[in-house]
């Protein structure tokens, strides 16, 4: 059985996307999320909360909030910001897919393992760039979702889930 494309990201005399997804998850600490908000019916707060529930640090980013505490946590207006204070391992984004540009160039200076955009967000310009800057993007995935399936073995590294 042939893998899945959403599953096959693997790049020739690297890991599978689904090994390097498992990696990532287990070997992460710290989330800053782009978008965070303090509205528990959305879900940048449900996925943020959740993951903060199974033991990542939470990092809000939001220029609206900045200042406040979301998840009791000091919301930051920026990456750089954030950055200066906390090493950020994944940028988990909650924005539009045309915000992604300018968001994986900040991220760049900020040097995470992972740009994650949610699910719907897929920009190839952004995840190119990251990419080239030595990241690992995941694109159109939900991190709570992709964290059960890895990491409470549902997956158990089969390519074609």
């Given at each position: 059985?042939?893998?899945?494309?959403?599953?096959?990201?693997?790049?020739?005399?690297?890991?599978?996307?689904?090994?390097?997804?498992?990696?990532?998850?287990?070997?992460?600490?710290?989330?800053?999320?782009?978008?965070l908000s303090p509205k528990v019916h959305r879900a940048s707060n449900g996925v943020a909360a959740y993951m903060q529930a199974v033991g990542y640090r939470i990092i809000p980013v939001n220029p609206r909030e900045a200042g406040k505490m979301l998840l009791g946590q000091y919301c930051y207006a920026s990456l750089q910001e954030a950055a200066v204070h906390h090493q950020i391992d994944i940028v988990d984004c909650f924005r539009n897919t045309d915000d992604m540009l300018p968001i994986a160039l900040?991220?760049?200076?900020?040097?995470?393992?992972?740009?994650?955009?949610?699910?719907?967000?897929?920009?190839n310009d952004a995840a190119s760039i990251a990419e080239e800057a030595g990241m690992f993007v995941v694109m159109d995935r939900c991190l709570k979702i992709e964290h059960q399936r890895y990491l409470s073995n549902l997956c158990q590294f089969n390519e074609s889930c």
């Open positions: 059985m042939m893998p899945s494309p959403a599953c096959n990201n693997s790049l020739e005399g690297k890991p599978s996307f689904a090994v390097r997804l498992h990696q990532l998850l287990s070997e992460s600490k710290t989330i800053a999320v782009v978008g900040e991220a760049i200076l900020v040097a995470p393992r992972c740009l994650w955009m949610q699910s719907g967000v897929i920009n």
